[in-house]
Protein backbone atom coordinates (compact mmCIF):
# COMPACT_ATOMS: atom_id res chain seq x y z
CA UNK A 1 0.00 0.00 0.00
CA UNK A 2 3.06 2.27 0.76
CA UNK A 3 4.28 1.68 -2.71
CA UNK A 4 0.50 2.57 -4.27
CA UNK A 5 0.01 5.46 -2.09
CA UNK A 6 3.76 7.12 -2.54
CA UNK A 7 3.32 6.62 -6.45
CA UNK A 8 -0.12 8.69 -6.32
CA UNK A 9 1.54 11.39 -4.75
CA UNK A 10 4.46 11.78 -6.74
CA UNK A 11 2.06 11.81 -9.96
CA UNK A 12 -0.01 14.78 -7.68
CA UNK A 13 2.93 17.17 -7.45
CA UNK A 14 0.90 19.92 -6.08
CA UNK A 15 -0.09 17.99 -3.21
CA UNK A 16 3.26 17.67 -2.15
CA UNK A 17 3.90 21.30 -2.53
CA UNK A 18 0.58 22.43 -1.03
CA UNK A 19 1.26 20.19 2.26
CA UNK A 20 5.15 21.25 2.78
CA UNK A 21 6.33 18.00 2.78
CA UNK A 22 9.74 17.39 1.40
CA UNK A 23 10.19 14.40 -0.69
CA UNK A 24 12.49 14.72 -3.66
CA UNK A 25 13.30 11.67 -5.88
CA UNK A 26 16.69 9.24 -5.12
CA UNK A 27 17.07 5.53 -5.17
CA UNK A 28 17.17 4.46 -1.32
CA UNK A 29 18.21 1.02 -0.24
CA UNK A 30 15.82 -1.16 2.69
CA UNK A 31 17.69 -1.60 6.20
CA UNK A 32 16.11 -3.36 9.08
CA UNK A 33 13.20 -1.88 10.76
CA UNK A 34 14.11 1.36 13.05
CA UNK A 35 11.88 1.50 15.71
CA UNK A 36 12.27 5.40 17.76
CA UNK A 37 10.69 6.34 21.01
CA UNK A 38 8.59 9.97 20.74
CA UNK A 39 8.14 11.71 24.11
CA UNK A 40 7.50 15.39 24.19
CA UNK A 41 6.99 16.98 27.70
CA UNK A 42 3.74 19.46 28.16
CA UNK A 43 5.36 22.97 27.47
CA UNK A 44 4.59 25.64 30.15
CA UNK A 45 2.04 27.25 28.47
CA UNK A 46 -1.97 27.28 28.40
CA UNK A 47 -2.35 26.20 24.90
CA UNK A 48 0.99 23.86 22.85
CA UNK A 49 0.61 24.47 19.14
CA UNK A 50 1.34 21.10 17.77
CA UNK A 51 2.20 20.21 13.54
CA UNK A 52 3.11 16.77 12.49
CA UNK A 53 4.37 16.75 9.01
CA UNK A 54 4.33 13.61 7.78
CA UNK A 55 4.88 12.38 4.30
CA UNK A 56 3.75 8.82 2.97
CA UNK A 57 2.77 5.58 5.17
CA UNK A 58 0.92 4.70 8.01
CA UNK A 59 0.08 7.31 10.81
CA UNK A 60 -2.05 6.58 13.96
CA UNK A 61 -3.06 8.85 16.49
CA UNK A 62 -4.74 8.18 19.79
CA UNK A 63 -5.55 9.96 22.82
CA UNK A 64 -3.91 8.20 26.01
CA UNK A 65 -1.15 10.29 27.55
CA UNK A 66 -2.27 12.66 30.21
CA UNK A 67 1.27 13.53 31.71
CA UNK A 68 3.01 14.47 28.45
CA UNK A 69 2.20 16.41 25.22
CA UNK A 70 3.70 13.54 23.16
CA UNK A 71 4.45 9.92 23.35
CA UNK A 72 5.04 6.69 20.98
CA UNK A 73 6.86 5.35 17.93
CA UNK A 74 8.23 5.99 14.69
CA UNK A 75 9.17 2.84 12.48
CA UNK A 76 10.69 2.93 9.33
CA UNK A 77 12.85 1.32 7.50
CA UNK A 78 14.99 4.20 5.22
CA UNK A 79 17.07 5.97 7.51
CA UNK A 80 17.01 9.22 5.66
CA UNK A 81 12.40 8.61 7.10
CA UNK A 82 13.81 9.45 10.91
CA UNK A 83 11.32 11.81 12.47
CA UNK A 84 13.12 15.19 13.95
CA UNK A 85 11.10 16.90 16.68
CA UNK A 86 11.88 20.80 17.27
CA UNK A 87 10.91 22.71 20.38
CA UNK A 88 10.32 26.35 20.93
CA UNK A 89 8.15 27.45 23.92
CA UNK A 90 4.64 26.11 22.99
CA UNK A 91 5.55 25.62 19.39
CA UNK A 92 6.23 21.91 19.05
CA UNK A 93 6.94 19.91 15.36
CA UNK A 94 7.71 16.26 14.05
CA UNK A 95 8.49 16.00 11.13
CA UNK A 96 9.77 13.90 8.83
CA UNK A 97 13.36 13.21 7.77
CA UNK A 98 14.12 14.22 3.83
CA UNK A 99 13.79 11.33 2.00
CA UNK A 100 15.65 12.51 -1.51
CA UNK A 101 14.96 10.52 -4.29
CA UNK A 102 16.13 11.43 -7.22
CA UNK A 103 14.75 8.53 -10.32
CA UNK A 104 11.81 6.26 -9.89
CA UNK A 105 12.15 3.85 -6.81
CA UNK A 106 11.47 0.36 -5.91
CA UNK A 107 9.61 0.39 -2.67
CA UNK A 108 8.34 -2.71 -2.45
CA UNK A 109 8.94 -3.37 1.23
CA UNK A 110 9.58 0.58 2.24
CA UNK A 111 8.22 1.09 5.94
CA UNK A 112 7.29 4.59 7.52
CA UNK A 113 4.92 4.10 10.48
CA UNK A 114 4.11 6.45 13.09
CA UNK A 115 2.20 5.37 15.96
CA UNK A 116 1.61 8.32 18.57
CA UNK A 117 -0.60 8.94 21.95
CA UNK A 118 -1.71 12.50 22.34
CA UNK A 119 -2.04 14.23 25.82
CA UNK A 120 -5.19 15.94 27.94
CA UNK A 121 -3.62 19.93 27.49
CA UNK A 122 -5.30 22.59 25.56
CA UNK A 123 -4.31 22.07 21.87
CA UNK A 124 -3.90 23.69 18.30
CA UNK A 125 -2.88 20.32 15.98
CA UNK A 126 -1.98 21.07 12.65
CA UNK A 127 -1.50 17.96 10.34
CA UNK A 128 0.28 18.26 7.03
CA UNK A 129 0.88 14.86 4.97
CA UNK A 130 1.08 13.67 1.64
CA UNK A 131 0.37 10.33 0.51
CA UNK A 132 -0.75 7.78 3.46
CA UNK A 133 -2.90 6.12 5.58
CA UNK A 134 -4.75 7.43 8.56
CA UNK A 135 -6.33 6.06 11.55
CA UNK A 136 -6.86 9.52 13.80
CA UNK A 137 -8.75 9.37 16.95
CA UNK A 138 -9.31 12.38 18.97
CA UNK A 139 -11.13 11.37 21.20
CA UNK A 140 -11.34 12.99 25.00
CA UNK A 141 -8.53 15.57 23.63
CA UNK A 142 -8.50 19.44 24.76
CA UNK A 143 -8.82 20.44 20.74
CA UNK A 144 -9.29 24.53 20.72
CA UNK A 145 -8.16 24.36 16.57
CA UNK A 146 -7.31 21.34 14.36
CA UNK A 147 -6.36 21.24 11.01
CA UNK A 148 -5.80 18.67 8.48
CA UNK A 149 -4.24 19.43 5.31
CA UNK A 150 -3.47 16.11 3.04
CA UNK A 151 -2.54 14.63 -0.23
CA UNK A 152 -3.89 11.24 -1.99
CA UNK A 153 -4.96 9.80 1.54
CA UNK A 154 -7.04 7.08 2.93
CA UNK A 155 -8.02 8.61 6.73
CA UNK A 156 -10.78 7.22 9.16
CA UNK A 157 -10.99 10.41 11.83
CA UNK A 158 -13.17 9.82 15.00
CA UNK A 159 -14.17 11.75 17.94
CA UNK A 160 -14.98 8.68 19.78
CA UNK A 161 -15.83 11.06 22.87
CA UNK A 162 -16.23 14.68 23.42
CA UNK A 163 -13.75 17.16 23.08
CA UNK A 164 -13.20 18.71 26.37
CA UNK A 165 -13.10 22.17 24.96
CA UNK A 166 -14.85 24.37 22.81
CA UNK A 167 -13.32 23.88 18.99
CA UNK A 168 -12.92 27.55 17.69
CA UNK A 169 -12.56 25.94 13.90
CA UNK A 170 -11.64 22.45 12.59
CA UNK A 171 -10.34 23.16 9.22
CA UNK A 172 -9.73 19.97 6.85
CA UNK A 173 -8.11 20.05 2.55
CA UNK A 174 -7.56 16.87 1.42
CA UNK A 175 -7.14 15.55 -2.39
CA UNK A 176 -7.88 12.63 -4.54
CA UNK A 177 -8.70 10.61 -1.30
CA UNK A 178 -11.17 8.76 0.75
CA UNK A 179 -11.77 10.06 4.19
CA UNK A 180 -14.23 9.78 6.48
CA UNK A 181 -15.19 11.70 9.76
CA UNK A 182 -17.31 10.35 12.42
CA UNK A 183 -19.06 11.33 15.40
CA UNK A 184 -18.23 14.67 14.23
CA UNK A 185 -20.42 16.35 16.88
CA UNK A 186 -18.29 15.60 19.68
CA UNK A 187 -15.50 17.78 18.25
CA UNK A 188 -17.50 20.82 19.92
CA UNK A 189 -16.60 22.87 16.90
CA UNK A 190 -18.01 26.56 16.23
CA UNK A 191 -16.92 26.55 12.53
CA UNK A 192 -16.05 23.34 10.28
CA UNK A 193 -14.53 23.74 6.67
CA UNK A 194 -13.74 21.04 4.20
CA UNK A 195 -12.55 21.10 0.94
CA UNK A 196 -11.70 18.20 -1.51
CA UNK A 197 -10.96 17.44 -4.71
CA UNK A 198 -12.30 13.95 -6.44
CA UNK A 199 -12.78 11.37 -3.85
CA UNK A 200 -15.40 9.92 -1.34
CA UNK A 201 -16.14 11.59 1.59
CA UNK A 202 -18.39 11.09 4.22
CA UNK A 203 -18.78 13.33 7.18
CA UNK A 204 -20.74 11.69 10.13
CA UNK A 205 -22.08 14.53 12.75
CA UNK A 206 -22.94 11.39 15.14
CA UNK A 207 -21.97 12.56 19.37
CA UNK A 208 -23.32 15.50 21.16
CA UNK A 209 -23.87 18.59 19.43
CA UNK A 210 -23.30 21.62 22.57
CA UNK A 211 -24.07 24.36 19.83
CA UNK A 212 -24.90 25.41 17.52
CA UNK A 213 -22.49 24.71 14.25
CA UNK A 214 -22.21 25.61 10.93
CA UNK A 215 -20.17 23.61 8.40
CA UNK A 216 -19.11 24.87 4.77
CA UNK A 217 -18.35 21.83 2.39
CA UNK A 218 -16.44 22.51 -1.28
CA UNK A 219 -15.85 19.65 -3.17
CA UNK A 220 -14.93 18.74 -7.02
CA UNK A 221 -16.38 15.78 -8.85
CA UNK A 222 -16.93 13.15 -5.67
CA UNK A 223 -19.31 11.21 -3.39
CA UNK A 224 -20.31 12.96 -0.30
CA UNK A 225 -22.32 11.36 2.11
CA UNK A 226 -23.64 13.19 5.48
CA UNK A 227 -25.12 11.34 8.28
CA UNK A 228 -27.29 13.67 10.02
CA UNK A 229 -28.86 11.56 12.95
CA UNK A 230 -32.19 11.13 14.26
CA UNK A 231 -33.39 14.00 16.29
CA UNK A 232 -30.65 16.77 15.23
CA UNK A 233 -31.81 20.06 14.09
CA UNK A 234 -29.93 19.94 10.21
CA UNK A 235 -30.21 22.34 7.74
CA UNK A 236 -28.86 21.81 4.75
CA UNK A 237 -27.89 23.95 1.52
CA UNK A 238 -26.50 22.72 -1.75
CA UNK A 239 -25.16 25.31 -4.32
CA UNK A 240 -22.48 24.67 -7.29
CA UNK A 241 -22.79 22.71 -10.76
CA UNK A 242 -24.52 19.29 -11.59
CA UNK A 243 -24.95 16.80 -8.25
CA UNK A 244 -27.51 14.46 -7.62
CA UNK A 245 -28.94 15.11 -4.04
CA UNK A 246 -30.66 11.93 -2.33
CA UNK A 247 -32.69 12.73 0.88
CA UNK A 248 -34.17 10.27 3.10
CA UNK A 249 -38.01 10.85 3.95
CA UNK A 250 -38.79 13.21 6.93
CA UNK A 251 -36.74 16.32 5.43
CA UNK A 252 -38.76 19.71 4.04
CA UNK A 253 -37.45 20.80 0.95
CA UNK A 254 -37.54 24.61 -0.25
CA UNK A 255 -35.15 25.35 -3.07
CA UNK A 256 -32.04 23.72 -2.69
CA UNK A 257 -32.54 23.79 1.01
CA UNK A 258 -33.41 20.97 3.11
CA UNK A 259 -34.10 21.34 6.51
CA UNK A 260 -35.52 18.89 9.60
CA UNK A 261 -36.83 19.98 13.02
CA UNK A 262 -35.05 18.55 15.83
CA UNK A 263 -33.94 19.58 19.84
CA UNK A 264 -31.27 21.28 20.82
CA UNK A 265 -28.25 22.83 18.87
CA UNK A 266 -29.04 23.60 15.53
CA UNK A 267 -25.99 22.66 12.27
CA UNK A 268 -26.16 24.04 9.40
CA UNK A 269 -24.50 22.83 6.53
CA UNK A 270 -23.65 24.51 3.14
CA UNK A 271 -22.36 21.98 0.62
CA UNK A 272 -20.38 23.53 -3.10
CA UNK A 273 -20.55 20.02 -5.17
CA UNK A 274 -19.03 20.84 -8.62
CA UNK A 275 -20.09 17.89 -9.77
CA UNK A 276 -20.94 14.45 -8.45
CA UNK A 277 -23.48 13.02 -5.67
CA UNK A 278 -24.43 14.23 -2.20
CA UNK A 279 -25.92 11.76 0.03
CA UNK A 280 -27.71 12.68 3.42
CA UNK A 281 -28.52 9.98 5.65
CA UNK A 282 -30.46 9.58 9.39
Not at 23 to 41: A, F
Not at 98 to 107: H, I, Q, S
Amino acid sequence: MLKKLFFISLILVLTLSACSVRVNTQKQTLGPDIVDEISIENPEAETAFLTLEFGAGNLRLSPGTDKQLVNGTATYNIADLKPIVTEDGETVKIHQGEYKMETWPNLDGAKNEWDLNLGSMPLDLTIKAGAYEGILDFGGLSLVNLTIRDGAADVKVDFSSPNLVRMNSLNYQTGASNVTLKNLANANFTTLSFEGGAGNYTLDFGGELQQDAGVTLRAGMSNITLVIPEGLAAQITVDGGLSSVNVPTGWRQNGNTYSRSGDGPVLTIVVDLGAGNLQIVD
